[in-house]
Structure formats: C-alpha cells, structure tokens
T-cell receptor, first 114, second 113 residues
Framework: GAGVSQTPSNKVTEKGKYVELRCDPISGHTALYWYRQSLGQGPEFLIY????????DSGLPNDRFFAVRPEGSVSTLKIQRTERGDSAVYLC????????????FGPGTRLTVL | KNQVEQSPQSLIILEGKNCTLQ??????????LRWYKQDTGRGPVSLTIMTFSENTKSNGRYTATLDADTKQSSLHITASQLSDSASYIC????????????FGTGTRLQVFP
C-alpha cells in the first residue's frame, strides 16, 4: 500500500516569501506529525494532529509557522515570511492511532531559503 | 531536560563486520525507545520499539538492547552489508498525553567493501 507522501520534494524560495508544504498520510491513520530536520541533526518535533485538531503545537518555533489538517487526512504546513534559518528538511509522519504506535515517515520536503 | 545522546557520531566498518551503536537518554517519564534507520534523502524507518519491560529485541541482523535502570540502549548490527550504510537514530518517547518523541542526533554508519 502507499506510504506517507510529501510534496514538493524540494522547494527553493527567497527570504520573505510564503511557502506551503503538503503531507498525505497513510490512509486511515488518525495521528499526523510534522518534524524539522537540520543537516546532521535528528528530527525536531513541530506539531502533532489527532484527527483534525492540533493536539500539541508546542514545537512550532514562532507564529510564522502554522499547520492545518481540515479533514483529518492531508495536512499542510505553512511558513510565512521565510527566513534563511528555516532551511531544513521538513518530515511528516503518521501513525494509526497515537504516538505509542509506530510512526511511518514520509521522504520529506527539502526547503531552501535563499 | 529531556535529551537523547548517541555515540559514536560516525563510524566506518568493513563489510561483514559487526558493530554496536550506543544511546544514553535522560527522558522522564519513559514510555518507549525506538531505533530508526535513515538513508540519505529519505525519511526514518523504524527498526525496533522497546518498552520499559523489554531488555532486547531483534529485527533480522539488528539487535537492540535496553537497560532502563542506567537509561542506556545499544543497537548491534551483525555481519554488516553495504546497504547498512545510513544514519541510525535513537528515539525516546516521553510518557505524556501526546507521547512526544525525542530524537538523538544519530550515528552515521558507512560500510565499505
């Protein structure tokens, strides 16, 4: 079956621009996570959705970052007024019910802010 | 502060050899510990998940151990193959209402022929 997919695979943008990153979780998975991974580092938690609601958004670095999951399936991570420090790989993961289940990761979106 | 530390940072071995990667954590309250394999340019893939009561768990040539008293874990890779070249990330889940994962920085393993 299809795994977690993310689009685009690569995104290059200029400082100050707005970007949207999309995540398609595994069908039927109610939990969805966004992580950010800088070069040579492990992923850092950003936000966790249980269904349509954000159960934990404590990892979002500031109010330029926002994520939605309006129908409890596809999620979009939105970044306003991008900064060079936002450059990283943004990973999405889903799991059947909650975090105690195995999380299945997508391939990530590499964001480069020039 | 909840932290996960891994050693070594990088490791080079010859094909066919064994190796052991280490993980120390200071996560409380502890829920479970996972080892992930991450190939370059790909998302992490789960190798093992261990709860507090489990001391060891195997997945093919990968064997993970957990000592919850000393808060240490290891991942042993037997008879390494070229395809084992990847980053191996230790991840600890804190037992909160959202079971947040805390990731280590990984060990970068390179297997040479």
């Amino acid at each position: 079956g299809a795994g977690v997919s993310q689009t685009p695979s690569n995104k290059v943008t200029e400082k100050g621009k707005y970007v949207e990153l999309r995540c398609d979780p595994i069908s039927g998975h109610t939990a969805l996570y966004w992580y950010r991974q800088s070069l040579g580092q492990g992923p850092e938690f950003l936000i966790y959705f249980q269904g349509t609601g954000a159960a934990d958004d404590s990892g979002l670095p500031n109010d330029r970052f926002f994520a939605v999951r309006p129908e409890g399936s596809v999620s979009t991570l939105k970044i306003q007024r991008t900064e060079r420090g936002d450059s990283a790989v943004y990973l999405c993961a889903s799991s059947p019910l909650s975090g105690v289940d195995e999380q299945f990761f997508g391939p990530g979106t590499r964001l480069t802010v020039l | 502060k909840n932290q996960v530390e891994q050693s070594p940072q990088s490791l080079i071995i010859l094909e066919g050899k064994n190796c052991t990667l280490q993980c120390n954590y200071t996560v409380s309250p502890f829920s479970n510990l996972r080892w992930y394999k991450q190939d370059t340019g790909r998302g992490p893939v789960s190798l093992t998940i261990m709860t507090f009561s489990e001391n060891t768990k195997s997945n093919g040539r990968y064997t993970a151990t957990l000592d919850a008293d000393t808060k240490q874990s290891s991942l042993h890779i037997t008879a390494s193959q070229l395809s084992d070249s990847a980053s191996y990330i230790c991840v600890v889940s804190a037992r909160t209402n959202t079971d947040k994962l805390i990731f280590g920085t990984g060990t970068r393993l390179q297997v040479f022929p």
